[in-house]
Structures are given as C-alpha cells and as structure tokens.
C-alpha cells in the first residue's frame, strides 16, 4: 500500500511536468523586434517625382518570416503576401513575393512594390512610425 501511494504522486508531478513543457514547446518566437506587427500606410511616395499618395486602407503586417500588404475594404482590395529577411537592429529588409501565392503583376503595382524581389532600406522604426524606401517608393506607416 506505501508504494502505490508513492507512486501516484511521482505519476501526477511527471504528467504535470510534461504538460507544462508541451505548452511551451511548440510556441514560436519572434526575433525581428519593433518591425513585427500591423502598420498602416500612411503615404506611399514616388521617389523620381516626389509625388505623394495617401491610400486610406492600405496596410502592412509583419510577422515571423512573413509580410503581407493589403488593401482592407468592403469588396476585399488586393493583397500581397512576402516571405521576409530580416534580422533584428539591421537597416534593410528584404521582401521575395512569390508568383504561386496569387501575388500578380497589377497587386504589386498597386502597392507600388517595383519587382517580385525587393530590399526595402529602413528610413525609421521606432514604437509607433516605420518609413521604408524601396528603390521607387518611399513609405511612411504608423503602428495600427
């Protein structure tokens, strides 16, 4: 009888423990810093003209090895989706939008996005603004 109930709560710690860490476990991390999360685009500019655009609902979510630009509307705008390189505190992000996720030619003109493979340079990103420069386009966002 002092064994069994010796071995059931040894049982009990071991299954408590192994559910703990299965929580955790499977959980991914981030390590890009301030550029993951959902930005809106302010104003989208052309660098050769300086003409300056204010899109109302354009937006820009960064997470883990993703991006994704898109226009939110009742009709559902375009959208594009990225697969990212970035590694936290660098001063460029390069974005690769790859043909079979639907990311078509008049999407990236949309966004003003100049080829399917693009190093954006960070201007600025700190808590609350982000402002990227592709080659053509510079973009002001705000944290949403």
């Known amino acids: 009888m002092k064994r069994i109930s010796f071995i059931i709560p040894v049982a009990l710690l071991a299954a408590s423990l192994v559910a703990i860490f299965s929580l955790f476990s499977c959980r991914r991390a981030t390590h890009n810093g301030k550029i993951d999360g959902n930005w809106r685009i302010e104003t989208m500019e052309d660098i050769a003209t300086g ?86 386009t510079i973009y002001r966002c705000i944290r949403f």
Do not use: C, W
């Open 51 to 136: 003409q300056v655009e204010h899109p109302v609902n354009y937006f820009l979510a960064i997470q883990l090895e993703m991006a994704q630009f898109r226009e939110e509307s009742a009709a559902g705008g375009p959208q594009l989706n990225a697969l990212i390189s970035y590694k936290k505190g660098d001063d460029v992000i390069g974005m690769d939008f790859p043909d079979k996720v639907g990311n078509t030619p008049a999407n990236l003109a949309v966004f003003r996005i100049p080829s399917a493979n693009v190093t954006f340079k960070i201007l600025q990103l700190d808590r609350n603004k982000l402002v990227l420069e592709s080659p053509t």
